[in-house]
């Protein structure tokens, strides 16, 4: 399974994001029929920059957000989430919030999570970060989305 950062979300439905839209569009689409999950982190974290910083109207936000809730599974921190955090800040640096984000998928069975914020390639709790607007990716990305 894989799972999408936050930034994938805010591009997609971002009217001026030009290719990152287009690319982010894309992805949603395409991840949602490979069975992809969303965690709640990044659900919630594309509330608050929907809604503060590019000023959406909350409903227009609430309807796209149940959109996603059909098409993906909705990942959730599990009763380790704080041992599962620690353990990756004690291992990488990362900022909380990102191990967080890691640690659900690492539960969840996310073998590849796509963001642009974390370094490309790396490998956290065996989840691998693939930034997908890294053309270099281009074919790991298809491969995964089949």
Partial sequence: MLSLDTNILIYATDMDGGPRQRRSIELLASAAKAGAGLTEQTLVEFISVSIKKTRTPLHTTTYVLRRWLESFRLLTPGPSIVADVLELLAKHRLSAWDARLLAVCAKSGCATLFSEDLQDGAKYAGVRVLNPFEA????????LLR
């Fill in 136 to 143: 270099a990716n281009a074919d790991a990305i298809a491969e």
